[in-house]
């Protein structure tokens, strides 16, 4: 248990030039879930935090449409023009007037940072009755990072930024990682006597610090183990670099847990899917969003999994098989070439070869499922249009293409009957020589 409340302002009004995007940059995915989510579901994983502040400004009503709906506890706050990170800070401090307690700052393009960090990270702060603790981190090549500045005493006394440092400051290895903790009743004040006199005019939340070192107040620094929880992301090369370095972590815990991945470097795995022990990951497997998947199962090679699939035990999901939305239980396979979306397959289903759920009207776009009970099966190329019901033990002849529910034990064919027309092709042969032996 903290002292006191915890609420948190994440910064996310900047353009993020560099991305070179119409998108703004913390809308930019990993795995599907946008960098402001990452940073989100970190901050409210800590179970310490009741309400979040987002601070919004370019491209505003895209991000705040993202907040709204997906984050209940969270608001966003408008800021225009973008005149700094302490100016960015300070837009919220009407909705904190008389808060007593902490405010955790954190910026909304470091995706990779955990909960269980920031979690470290505030009760740090806590036990040490600290005023305000920044977070930082030692970096061989500091370079573009406010740099941690210590007197003779090795007292923290302040920030300075790279562009404002004496070369002195600049060999300082000791870095701000962004993420700070704001004993708010102490502090605030900061905020309306923060000044732009600085190589970039911009009014520098970093500036708390020397304001609260000039007050006599508790100020700390809490240097993070590891620095790539705090890789911000700047650029396109950036953001594939962060993915490399989540989907690693991500499979090495799956490996941990009993997961065998044949191949690391091809596979991709969304941190928010869960996989059982001794299910096989064969090459080229793509999975991403929130997925469950179960024990003893095969997946790939050159699967994909998009999103909401919920599988059980001993499933075999093949090559060039795509999987969406759907549930699929036990000793159930779709081995080859298939679509399978919006679905919900039972216990012992086999799906043939290329068989395809056509579960979206384009006209109406309406997304319809598709329902397969224990036992069934689906002859190869056979096309099931949404919504249909496949009901137990019934045969799906191959090629056939169903729009009508199909009764228990039943076998539903719709190809025309086989005709053989013998010796055809002998007669075409003999037309095009035109009868000249
Ligand atoms: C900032 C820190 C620097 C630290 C680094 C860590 C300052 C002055 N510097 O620098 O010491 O080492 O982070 O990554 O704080 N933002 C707004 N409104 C603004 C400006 C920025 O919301 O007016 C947001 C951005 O969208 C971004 C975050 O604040 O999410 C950080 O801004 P950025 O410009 O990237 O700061 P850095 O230069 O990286
Ligand atoms: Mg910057």
Not at 61 to 85: H, R, S, W
Not at 149 to 175: C, G, L, S
Not at 195 to 216: F, H, M, R, S
């Amino acid at each position: 248990m903290l002292e006191k409340k915890v609420k948190s302002i994440v910064l996310a009004a900047g353009k993020g030039t560099r991305m070179k995007s119409e998108l703004p940059k913390v809308l930019h995915v990993i795995f599907n879930k946008p960098l402001l989510g990452y940073v989100l579901d970190a901050v409210n994983n800590t179970e310490y935090v009741d309400e979040n502040f987002v601070i919004v400004g370019h491209e505003s009503e895209k991000v705040e449409a993202f907040v709204k709906d997906n984050y209940k506890n969270a608001k966003c706050i408008m800021q225009c023009p973008q005149l700094g990170t302490g100016d960015a800070v300070n837009k919220a401090t009407p909705y904190l007037k008389d808060f007593d307690g902490y405010v955790i700052v954190v910026c909304g393009d470091t995706p990779l940072i955990t909960a269980e960090t920031i979690k470290n990270f505030v009760e740090f702060h806590d036990n040490n009755h600290a005023d305000l603790t920044v977070m930082s981190a030692i970096f061989e090549n500091p370079k573009n990072y406010g740099r941690i500045i210590r007197d003779k005493n090795n007292k923290f006394v302040a920030i300075v930024e790279e562009k404002d440092a004496t070369p002195e400051q600049k060999a300082v290895k000791e870095i701000n990682a962004g993420i700070y903790c704001i004993n708010w009743k102490t502090v605030s004040d900061a905020f309306s006597n923060l000044q732009n006199n600085n190589a970039q005019g911009e009014y520098y939340l970093t500036d708390i610090v020397k304001w609260a070192v000039g007050k006599n107040l508790s100020v700390q620094s809490y240097i993070l183990d590891n620095n790539e929880e705090i890789f911000g992301i700047n650029s396109k090369v950036q953001l594939a670099e962060a993915t490399k370095i989540l989907n690693k972590k991500t499979l090495i815990n799956l490996m941990q847990e009993g997961v065998q991945i044949v191949d690391p470097d091809t596979t991709y795995i969304s941190p928010e899917t869960t996989i059982g022990a001794d299910t096989i990951i064969l090459p080229n497997v793509y999975i991403t969003g929130k997925n469950t998947i179960g024990k003893n199962c095969k997946i790939g090679p050159f699967s994909h999994v998009r999103d909401g699939a919920i599988i059980g035990n001993n499933v075999r999901i093949g090559n060039f098989v795509e999987i969406k939305k759907s549930v699929i239980k036990d000793n159930t396979n779709v081995s080859h070439l298939s679509y399978i979306g919006d679905s919900e397959l039972g216990s012992r289903v086999n799906i043939g070869a290329g068989t395809i759920t056509a579960n979206y009207n384009p006209i109406s776009k309406v997304k319809s499922k598709t329902i397969i009970k224990d036992g069934a099966n689906t002859g190869s190329n056979s096309v099931l249009v949404a919504p249909v019901t496949i009901n137990e033990m019934a045969s799906v002849a191959a090629g056939s293409i169903i729009t009508k529910d199909v009764e228990a034990y039943s076998l539903a064919v719709t190809r025309s009957p086989l005709r053989i027309i013998s010796n055809w092709v002998k007669m075409k042969i003999e037309q095009l020589s035109g009868g000249n032996k």
